[in-house]
């Protein structure tokens, strides 16, 4: 049964950095399957909007614009299941419940339906 529970939410002032985690356990995979963690985030009122994701099969990541050169996901060096998600520069319109997702495929998808697999979220909120 695949798992995927996120950390490391909280409050932070706008330009302030926050770090989450995402562990992730349960995946059966065939030598030929990899797969890729995802984040997500959701604020009240706005759809689900894909933000980072990390590769297993060559290590590559893919953001959206919103995000792209203030967030990085990377991979824990130590435990290969855990991937971060390290956010710099907050604003207040980041502020929202985000998630891990975890999906058996190659690429570096931000599309929510190519995510099979969920976390429950963790709250970050960025305000003064």
């Known amino acids: 049964q695949v798992q995927l529970v996120e950390s490391g939410g909280g409050l932070v002032q706008p330009g302030g950095s926050l770090t989450l985690s995402c562990q992730a356990s349960?995946?059966?995979?065939?030598?030929?399957?990899?797969?890729?963690i995802g984040w997500f985030r959701q604020a009240p009122g706005r759809e689900r909007e894909g933000i980072a994701v990390i590769s297993d099969f060559d290590r590559s990541t893919n953001y959206a614009d919103s995000v792209k050169g203030r967030f990085t996901v990377s991979r824990d060096n130590a435990n290969n299941m855990t991937v971060h998600l390290h956010m710099n520069g907050l604003k207040p319109d980041d502020t929202a419940r985000y998630l891990c997702?975890?999906?058996?495929?190659?690429?570096?998808?931000?599309?929510?339906?190519?995510?099979?697999?969920w976390g429950q979220g963790t709250q970050v909120t960025v305000s003064s």
């Open positions: 997702a975890g999906a058996v495929i190659r690429g570096t998808s931000l599309r929510e339906d190519a995510y099979d697999y």
């Open positions: 349960g995946f059966i995979l065939s030598s030929l399957d990899y797969y890729a």
